[in-house]
């Protein structure tokens, strides 16, 4: 036999119901929940239709009220108005007071702002502190302000610190006997929160030797970190202080009553005028160590200062009052409080001397401004002839004179002069005081073509000799002397004018500049002055020339011999090189160094 399924029951049938029958509500839900022949409904069905009967049950009342009556037809709608109102508010608050998260956790040094607390992501939200910075926040709860729109929503703040120190562990080295903190053994800690750093054990200093520290992190919620450092103990000293001044350091000053260390350092090369902090390499038991030597300044430094009758303009700095002065170290200058520049009364001035220890002494002074009425006087300006190429100096025999000298300014414009080209061309000198009178005057610098003298370049290469030269050299160390010097002064100029052999021979023996026609010049000059056998070779011509050497050391036979550089990362270098050799460079070089070997002789 078939089952019928029951037929639902509706909401609006059970209120179709209950309006024609007078239904007690706890006896219509017993009924939806007995065990009978009806399949049990859910608990939501069962609420559905517990809450149609409530409705009734108000709306019975209310018409037993009459309230649902013609003549209350406006009350009605009043009411079920402002029930909706009342339902429209309450719904506004909770949607903008759902706008924001109410309670926030963050790990401590956490960078938020109030755009993150704010759950539409308001790009507009602030905090309504301003100066609220919650990344400094120690671990705690806080309750913060947000303004979103019109809207200040308060949201409570959980800050924890879940995250141990981190930090970098450093060996020590530390002297024989010495204390040291657990500080020493870090660095570069990193936490949110203070740190303290602690030893899991003290180290024993007493002997020398090497051990392993271990070294705790703690931050403010107990989170730990454990570092392990190495600790040497050496006999000598690893901290030395000498004053600024001193004469010298020597190997003593680090010792502690052994003298079996080596210091690697030059400790002539550290400066006693400065105060520094100098790296020390010491070298002991085959283990190299460095230790700090510190240049200190103690000593307040001696000054003696002047009264200034000055001129209105002139902008006295502290150091114009500092008539002399003497310290092992640099001297600043400042005042106490800044003058006025604009008063013609006497002012009564602080100026303090302080050195690079930052000890510091004070000087009073006065100073009364007055006009500059007088204005400066040029005198010496004069043509000025100069050999072409050569450079000029200006301001030789120029004097000028005024009643405030030392604040004038004094210029020369020489844009139009080439010393390079011979030509006459204009120069002016332009004096301005502090009263802003100007004086000028004009001259011509007069570019002459050069009259080179033989003997003159020759006196130059010996000069040059006397100082790389030396009697016990042989011919080989005498070419190669030269070789070094001339690659090491002289610089390539690949625009070179050539002209005459002697004028390349002063170029590069004198002013040290030219083409590889110049170095050729330069290097015969000076192997000829000493004595040894060469000649120059050329490339045969192509689209560039290149200029070499050939000499003939201690009767060996020809050797090739170029000192122009090459704009090669390696810098080749072409000292006594064979045929063989220079060819095989030559060939893997677009053919440098192809030359005419019926002009010249045999080549080794």
Request: hydrophobic share 35%; charged share 25%; aromatic share 10%.
């Amino acid at each position: 036999m078939k089952l019928l399924k029951p037929h639902p029951v509706s909401l609006t049938d059970r209120w179709r119901e209950c309006q024609s029958r007078d239904y007690d509500s706890r006896r219509v839900v017993a009924n939806f929940s007995d065990g009978g022949s009806n399949p049990p409904r859910s608990t939501i069905q069962v609420f559905e239709e517990h809450l149609s009967i409530k409705v009734f049950n108000i709306r019975k009342t209310l018409r037993k009220m009459k309230l649902f009556s013609k003549r209350h037809k406006k009350l009605n709608i009043f009411l079920i108005s402002f029930l909706a109102l009342i339902a429209l508010v309450i719904g506004f608050f909770v949607y903008i007071y759902n706008q924001a998260y109410h309670k926030v956790t963050i790990e401590c040094g956490s960078s938020v702002s109030a755009c993150d607390l704010m759950k539409n992501g308001d790009s507009k939200a602030s905090f309504v502190d301003q100066s609220l910075d919650i990344a400094s926040m120690m671990p705690g709860e806080y309750s913060v302000e947000v303004k979103s729109g019109f809207y200040i929503h308060k949201i409570k703040i959980v800050i924890q610190d879940t995250v141990a120190p981190s930090a970098s562990a450093n060996n020590v080295c530390l002297s024989l006997g010495d204390s040291v903190g657990p500080e020493a053994f870090v660095s570069d800690i990193n936490d949110a929160t203070p740190v303290t750093v602690a030893f899991a054990s003290n180290p024993d200093t007493s002997k020398v030797g090497n051990s392993q520290v271990s070294i705790l992190l703690t931050d403010t919620s107990s989170n730990l970190t454990n570092l392990t450092a190495s600790l040497d103990i050496v006999p000598f000293k690893t901290k030395v202080e000498v004053e600024a001044g001193s004469k010298s350091v020597a190997k003593s000053d680090f010792s502690l009553g052994e003298d079996d260390f080596e210091v690697v350092t030059d400790l002539a090369s550290i400066s006693m005028n400065s105060v520094s902090d100098n790296k020390i390499a010491i070298n002991y038991a085959g283990k190299e160590y460095v230790v700090t030597l510190s240049v200190v300044d103690t000593v307040a430094p001696d000054v003696k200062f002047k009264n200034i009758d000055g001129y209105m303009g002139a902008d006295y700095t502290a150091s114009d009052f500092a008539v002399s002065s003497n310290d092992a170290t640099k001297i600043s200058y400042s005042f106490e409080e800044d003058y006025d520049k604009a008063s013609y009364d006497q002012q009564n001035l602080v100026v303090i001397a302080t050195d690079e220890g930052g000890n510091s002494v004070k000087g009073e002074v006065t100073l009364k401004l007055k006009d500059d009425t007088e204005p400066p006087i040029l005198e010496g300006v004069h043509d000025i002839y100069v050999y072409q190429g050569n450079s000029v100096s200006y301001k030789d025999g120029i004097t000028v004179s005024d009643n405030c000298v030392e604040k004038i300014k004094f210029e020369v414009d020489a844009a139009s002069v080439n010393t390079d080209e011979v030509g006459t061309y204009p120069v002016t000198y332009t004096v301005t005081d502090v009263g802003g009178h100007t004086v000028s005057a004009s001259c011509n610098v007069i570019v002459q073509e050069r009259e080179y003298d033989m003997d003159e370049i020759n006196a130059a290469a010996d000069a040059i000799l006397a100082e790389i030269i030396t009697d016990d050299m042989t011919d080989r160390d005498k070419a190669w002397a030269i070789y070094s010097y001339i690659r090491g002064h002289m610089y390539f100029i690949d625009d070179y004018v050539e002209g005459s052999y002697i004028k390349a021979c002063y170029d590069g023996v004198v002013c040290w500049k030219g083409d590889c026609y110049v170095y050729a010049c330069t290097a015969q000059t000076l192997l000829t002055r000493a004595g040894i056998k060469n000649m120059m070779i050329s490339k045969i011509p192509t689209r560039r020339h290149h200029y070499w050497n050939l000499v003939d050391v201690d009767g060996t036979g020809w050797y090739h011999y170029d000192t122009t550089p090459r704009a090669e990362e390696n810098h080749p270098t072409f000292f006594l090189k064979t045929d063989a050799e220079m060819m095989e460079y030559s060939h893997a070089h677009y053919n440098c160094f192809n030359y005419d070997r019926e002009a010249y002789p045999e080549i080794n």
